[in-house]
């Protein structure tokens, strides 16, 4: 999942599709970039925007090539999927998942190929992920479905 890995073509030319305006200093504005996700990827406006809040990693208001390189190595095409899920955990609806409403929500999914996930899996995965705020934002959760491989994210 390195950040430095090409991006496929048709995403590359979403990105710099003229009608978002990247340009060749290839950065997005936030308006721009929430109506990219919007239209290309699917999400409601809410999605986008709190897609946007995770991947906007300086929080510059500003949406580099890197850091969609960044969203695209962790969601994906998978950004509809992986946003109802966290909607779902999201039982206070603030907009983050707190270490119960993530255990909550991880233990009601299954691996890929059908398997449990064990209560150690899910701790373990928690305090990893949760960063520095203590709270799991849609990019972590996004991070942790695919390590405890309950997503597959297909970046071809
Ligand atoms: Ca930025
Ligand atoms: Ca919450």
Redesign the pocket.
């Known amino acids: 999942m390195s950040v430095g890995r090409q991006l496929p073509k048709e995403i590359q030319a979403i990105f710099d599709d003229p009608e978002y305006g990247a340009g060749i200093g290839r950065k997005l504005k936030r308006e721009n970039a929430i109506k990219m996700f919007v239209e290309r990827f699917g999400m409601t406006e809410a999605q986008a925007d709190a897609i946007f809040e995770t991947f ?9 090539l890197r ?1 969609f390189r960044q969203f695209y190595a962790t969601i994906g095409n998978r950004g509809q999927e992986i946003m109802d899920m966290f909607e779902s955990m999201d039982k206070d609806k603030n907009g983050k998942l707190d270490a119960e409403e993530a255990t909550a929500g991880l233990k009601a999914l299954k691996t890929q190929d059908g398997k449990e996930i064990t209560d150690e899996e899910v701790k373990f995965c928690i305090n990893t992920n949760k960063g520095a705020d203590g709270v799991i934002d849609v990019g972590e959760l996004a991070r942790m479905l695919i390590k405890l491989k309950i997503i597959m994210v297909n970046r071809k």
């Open positions: 906007d990693a300086d929080k510059n208001g500003v949406m580099t850091e």
